[in-house]
T-cell receptor
Framework: RKEVEQDPGPFNVPEGATVAFNCTYS??????FFWYRQDCRKEPKLLMS???SGNEDGRFTAQLNRASQYISLLIRDSKLSDSATYLC???????????FGGGTRVLVKP | ETGVTQTPRHLVMGMTNKKSLKCEQH?????MYWYKQSAKKPLELMFV???????ENNSVPSRFSPECPNSSHLFLHLHTLQPEDSALYLC??????????????FGSGTQLSVL
């Protein structure tokens, strides 16, 4: 099983719709979790950290489910500019190793 | 922009060439990283420098040689690369030993093509 696994997509989303996708991780002792956004041919940029209580930033909501070992990202009222690859990142138990998932591609269409 | 600048943005080199990638961070961070991103693969950590000391080398072939002269600058020296080394090479920095220090700030990357 991969350490961090994501559905590669693409998720084709009508503009204005809601899309959600998950990321599973194999190490139950993982400490911290993040979502990064990467546009085509650009560098990844931190979108949000994922807290145990879940957190929201505008149209984006991240959730952590430790029991089932996954994190999720939900995007409401999708904009064309939300089209990107969303990378799930997990900080290992020792707190010194970040592991990236392969990314989930989201395409928002008019 | 992100405070991490990388040069060059694009590089084409033959297998016998020697070239270097350069990274500079203006964020006052104490850790710097080299990542490799190949098509359809997750980012792979290559090297980590923490307080200028190399703390991780993820079984990277010796044809990649990192150098960290100070906490703001990081180089990746390339020598006799193979076509399969063609990828996007990303530099990143973070402030370790601080709450939220695991958050990475990336440079814009060097798109490398080895012919």
């Amino acid at each position: 099983r991969k350490e961090v696994e994501q559905d590669p997509g693409p998720f084709n989303v009508p503009e204005g719709a809601t899309v959600a996708f998950n990321c599973t991780y194999s190490n139950s002792a993982s400490q911290s979790f993040f979502w990064y956004r990467q546009d085509c041919r650009k560098e990844p940029k931190l979108l949000m950290s994922v807290y145990s209580s879940g957190n929201e930033d505008g149209r984006f909501t991240a959730q952590l489910n430790r029991a089932s070992q996954y994190i999720s990202l939900l995007i409401r009222d999708s904009k064309l500019s939300d089209s990107a690859t969303y990378l799930c990142v997990v900080l290992g138990a020792a707190g010194n190793k970040l592991t990236f998932g392969g990314g989930t591609r989201v395409l928002v269409k008019p | 922009e992100t405070g991490v600048t990388q040069t060059p943005r694009h590089l084409v080199m033959g297998m016998t060439n020697k070239k270097s990638l350069k990274c500079e961070q203006h964020l006052g961070h104490n850790a710097m990283y080299w990542y490799k991103q190949s098509a359809k693969k997750p980012l792979e950590l290559m090297f980590v420098y923490n307080f200028k000391e190399q703390t991780e080398n993820n079984s990277v072939p010796s044809r990649f040689s990192p150098e960290c002269p100070n906490s703001s600058h990081l180089f990746l020296h390339l020598h006799t690369l193979q076509p399969e080394d063609s990828a996007l090479y990303l530099c990143a920095s973070s402030q370790v030993e601080k709450a939220g220090g695991e958050k990475l700030f990336f440079g814009s990357g060097t798109q490398l093509s080895v012919l």
